[in-house]
């Protein structure tokens, strides 16, 4: 199949304002044409785009990245879409079985949904501003997979290997059937990674299976992923209080802070149970008295108040490379810092003050509106108990104790072990195919991080201190965009989606499932003009990563974090739109109000049908 590959040179920016008036005729005139017909100016032949509509296509999982994407595919008129997922439900790390009691999402009713089906409202919204919970994702996840992909998905078949097909042709899967242990390999001519970051448990070596069982720990040990089919046992094992005394029986330890470990927390508090939690500090968080407005919640706001490694806009230039801008910027940070402890009543002295920079994290924990049954309203109260800041290094000799980095041990009839994922890509592929690919992180040259282009972003001055030291290399993605491989870019047979780390994970999944499509279709995407140009963008995005978010991509799993655009969101989405020559920034709004403009799903609603009218008038 013949490719045209466009310049690496940004271009103009395109948004509806910017369309001349003939333009647009064109564009909308074409907007309502239905079938897909190419004119005889484009660089594809009707034979080429019939076999490009009919590849075989597999997409390896089943949670929300993956259903958008073979929805989207599909909607494009590929028909070999097969989805293959080891779960025995749709949604991944939203499938039912998954979903454990009083699992909450920093997200709000609005978000985390898809614009081709509405999603209910989630209960007691009123009192919880919208804050959507786990039953209400897995009860979304099988609607759309109802309505839109029945016979699509293969459940309970565990992909064990991915790898090139012969002569470099296409790809082989190869799986296992979990109900009757058959392996098969199947042969697909493109793929979708959409594995996620939240299937393989990571465990610490000195809490693994072994220290338990040299301890003589005669305890409960468990990864928090393992809560929900684990909860009889627990509650069998640590009492609630009885009416006549004031505590239960037994305690449950809680080795981590992250939002799973605080929602596991705050259910067995609420349960009467005795729960302590292991953490150096806490990710930071927000909270208020009363639901956010959209205008600030779903707007443009934070993404401006955020620095980005590029800026598009002169507010954003005045905020980040002058010092009057920094300073308003650092006011308005450490004033929503303070507002979630005020929020909570937090004392000074709290432990709950022991928490991460807002500013310089990208992992944030969205509370809501203050509630005395959330964590922090449970952990304010005293009723669960606070050991920061310490690390769990052990178990103790008395076989029901854990021990702690500052020489305490801290009794435990359960162990949670709330300590994280490895990237679901460590096992998918052997060493060979992985380097191939180029799909694994790689070393960043420190010249990178001291020749850069941010050097003017006073709001990037006095970073926090790394824990690296001068001159050490970091890991660096070695994917483009958060979506392709570099190596692997001119390809056009390997995506991913679900590795772009963001704050409203619904939008940026079906921004990239109409993105991974045109780049299957061989549509004119905006693209790098060789590998090495690719490998040069997601170096410069790992250079802005560590400047921005100091140690963290690191720190996080390869397979959530391909890019991290966790404030900055609605200006990545925009140069995805952008790659595809469609209008961006579509929101909308004139120079004084455009940042509280509602970022709304019905936005890119209609992105196939523009995508086909630019396609048809040989634009793409």
């Given amino acids: 199949m013949k490719q045209t590959i466009l310049s690496g040179k940004r271009p103009t920016k395109i948004t509806?304002?910017?369309?001349?008036?003939?333009?647009?005729?064109?564009?909308?005139?074409?907007?309502?044409?239905?079938?897909?017909?190419?004119?005889?100016?484009?660089?594809?032949?009707?034979?080429?785009?019939?076999q490009v509509m009919t590849a075989t296509i597999g997409i390896i999982g089943s949670g929300p990245a993956a259903l958008i994407t073979a929805h989207t595919l599909i909607k494009d008129g590929f028909t070999n879409v097969r989805l293959i997922t080891r779960d025995k439900r749709p949604g991944g790390i939203w499938a039912r079985e998954r979903v454990y009691p009083g699992l909450s999402l920093n997200n709000v009713y609005g978000e985390l949904r898809f614009s081709s089906l509405e999603m209910k409202p989630p209960p007691n919204s009123s009192k919880t501003g919208g804050r959507l919970t786990g039953e209400v994702m897995s009860e979304y996840m099988e609607s759309f997979a109802e309505n839109f992909l029945q016979g699509r998905i293969t459940y309970s078949t565990e992909v064990m290997k991915v790898r090139r097909g012969e002569n470099s042709d296409g790809w082989i899967i190869q799986t296992k059937d979990l109900t009757t242990s058959t392996v098969t390999e199947t042969h697909y001519s493109k793929i979708v990674l959409c594995t996620g970051g939240c299937s393989n448990p990571h465990i610490p070596a000195s809490l693994s299976p072994r220290p338990v069982e040299a301890s003589g720990f005669r305890g409960l040990v468990l990864h928090s992923s393992q809560f929900n089919q684990e909860l009889p046992r627990i509650l069998s094992a640590v009492k609630a209080a009885s009416s006549g005394s004031d505590k239960g029986s037994g305690r449950v330890v809680i080795i981590g802070c992250g939002k799973s470990a605080q929602d596991i927390a705050a259910h067995l508090a609420n349960q009467g149970r005795n729960v302590s939690i292991v953490y150096e500090r806490l990710?930071?968080?927000?909270?208020?008295?009363?639901?956010?407005?959209?205008?600030?919640?779903?707007?443009?706001?934070?993404?401006?108040?955020?620095?980005?490694?590029?800026?598009?806009?002169?507010?954003?230039?005045?905020?980040?490379?002058?010092?009057?801008?920094?300073?308003?910027?650092?006011?308005?940070?450490?004033?929503?810092?303070?507002?979630?402890?005020q929020a909570y009543n937090i004392s000074p002295k709290s432990p709950l003050r022991n928490v991460e920079s807002l500013f310089w994290q990208p992992r944030v924990n969205d509370s809501g509106v203050a509630r005395p049954t959330s964590f922090y309203g449970l952990a304010a109260a005293g009723k669960i108990h606070l050991c920061t800041p310490a690390r769990a290094t052990g178990y103790g000799d008395d076989g029901h104790s854990i021990r702690l980095n500052n020489g305490q041990e801290i009794a435990a009839d359960v162990v949670i072990l709330a300590t994280g994922?490895?990237?679901?890509?460590?096992?998918?592929?052997?060493?060979?195919?992985?380097?191939?690919?180029?799909?694994?992180?790689?070393?960043?040259?420190?010249?990178?991080?001291?020749?850069?282009?941010?050097?003017?972003?006073?709001?990037?001055?006095?970073?926090p201190t790394s824990h690296l030291k001068s001159g050490t290399p970091i890991a660096a993605s070695s994917i483009y965009r958060g979506i392709v491989p570099a190596k692997n870019v001119h390809r056009r047979d390997f995506a991913i989606n679900g590795a772009i780390f963001t704050g409203n994970a619904g939008y940026a999944f079906e921004v990239v499932s109409h993105w991974i499509s045109s780049y299957f279709l061989g549509d004119k995407l905006r693209l790098p003009p060789t590998p090495e140009a690719a490998l040069g963008e997601a170096d410069r995005h790992s250079a802005w990563c560590e400047r921005r978010f100091p140690g963290v991509l690191g720190k996080m799993n390869e397979s959530i974090s391909a890019a991290i655009h966790i404030w900055s969101w609605p200006q990545a989405m925009d140069e995805l739109l952008e790659d595809m020559h469609l209008p961006s920034a579509r929101s909308g709004g004139r120079w004084y109000n455009w940042i509280l403009q509602v970022i709304d799903l019905k936005e890119i609603m209609n992105l196939t049908e523009e995508r086909r009218a630019l396609r048809e008038a040989g634009r793409l």
């Fill in 283 to 341: 990710e930071p968080y927000l909270a208020s008295n009363r639901p956010r407005p959209a205008f600030l919640r779903k707007s443009r706001v934070f993404s401006t108040l955020s620095p980005y490694n590029t800026l598009h806009s002169r507010l954003e230039r005045f905020f980040h490379t002058t010092w009057l801008g920094s300073l308003l910027i650092c006011c308005v940070f450490k004033f929503i810092s303070q507002s979630g402890f």
């Fill in 16 to 50: 509806m304002n910017s369309i001349s008036s003939s333009d647009l005729g064109i564009y909308m005139n074409y907007i309502s044409v239905s079938p897909i017909s190419l004119p005889s100016s484009t660089t594809q032949s009707l034979e080429d785009q019939a």
């Fill in 421 to 463: 994922y490895r990237s679901s890509w460590e096992y998918l592929f052997d060493d060979q195919t992985a380097e191939d690919l180029g799909i694994k992180r790689r070393l960043l040259p420190p010249s990178l991080l001291t020749e850069n282009e941010w050097k003017t972003y006073y709001t990037l001055e006095s970073p």
